[in-house]
């Protein structure tokens, strides 16, 4: 079973700097894609990056040269830098595990930017 978990969100002030960990257990992490999603508040879901299981990443244009996708398939563990924060960033969350028809979400971490 794939459940995963993510950490590392909080309060940061604009300019400011965070990194999310999504750690998942189960044997397909290595082979999986990959993708961090983020919902603000009365707002639909959207896409933020992603990373395939050969290593090829995919970002939003709001967020290109701010975040990092990477994963570390020993640790099966996804992360987000997220560097130059702005108050629009301000949202849930959420990683993704996905492979062909198989998706896996993890509950979501609040990121707040604010002064």
């Known amino acids: 079973q794939v459940q995963p978990v993510e950490s590392g969100g909080g309060l940061v002030q604009p300019g400011g700097s965070l990194r999310l960990s999504c750690a998942a257990s189960?044997?397909?992490?290595?082979?999986?894609?990959l993708g961090w999603y983020r919902q603000a508040p009365g707002k639909e879901r959207e896409f933020v990056a992603s990373?395939?299981?050969?290593?090829?990443?995919t970002y939003v244009d709001s967020v290109k040269g701010r975040f990092t996708i990477s994963r570390d398939n020993a640790k099966k563990t996804l992360y987000l830098q997220m560097t130059r924060l702005k108050p629009e960033d301000t949202a849930v969350y959420y990683c993704?595990?996905?492979?062909?028809?198989?998706?896996?979400w993890g509950q979501g971490t609040q990121v707040t930017v604010s002064s």
């Open positions: 993704k595990i996905y492979r062909y028809a198989l998706e896996y």
């Open positions: 189960g044997s397909i992490f290595s082979i999986s894609n």
């Open positions: 990373i395939t299981s050969g290593g090829t990443t």
